[in-house]
């Protein structure tokens, strides 16, 4: 542990409002910053991210583990949140749905990442609480694997449970991207390439 890092016995009370609770220092580095900040020693990274500095893309679902709707990246792979102390992250590069756009911008490309272009582009969504953790876990799979096949999208995508979409159109997505990646056109238009066919 750094020797930064301090422990202090607050007089505030905890959930159950009676006893003092143990405060941790951290210093997070999350989409490129660096963030110095006091939270209950046992608050997991997601309960940071979302209560301490309001990084709420991040989503809180089932809160153990079964949806990955807390999904972010630390050090370019996926990891539940919900299930990491947020002391656990200190020192490694932790990145969530809002750093994608601004890191797509600084490496001079335009709007949002390719992945979240896609997404909307093929209607990948209804209510959106799955998106940002379906679209970091495809994140890194492009990262390690810019062509997958259609089997791996499925198993890098097996911990984002979407109780909306019925999954085609997030495969379509994801398999959009990589396929214009590697310049090519994506096997089965995707919903809005369809349309866009029908309109010419
Ligand atoms: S909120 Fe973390 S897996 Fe569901
Ligand atoms: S769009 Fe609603 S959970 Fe995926």
Known sequence: MPAWIARAELTLPD???????????LRLSINGDEHRLAAPDHWTLLEVLRYALGLTGSKQGCDKGDCGAC??????????ACLLLAGEAEGRAITT???LAPAHRR???????PLQEAF???GALQCGFCQPGMILSAKALLARTPFPTLEEVHAALGGNLCRCTGYTQILQAVMKVAHEGAGLEAPRPCWATARDEEAR
């Open 15 to 25: 959930r159950a409002g009676t006893m003092p609770r143990a405060m941790r220092l």
């Open 71 to 80: 999904t972010v990246l630390v050090d370019g792979e996926p990891v539940l």
């Open 97 to 99: 749905i809002e750093g």
């Open 107 to 113: 490496a001079g490309g335009d709007g949002a990442d």
């Open 120 to 122: 909307d582009a093929c």
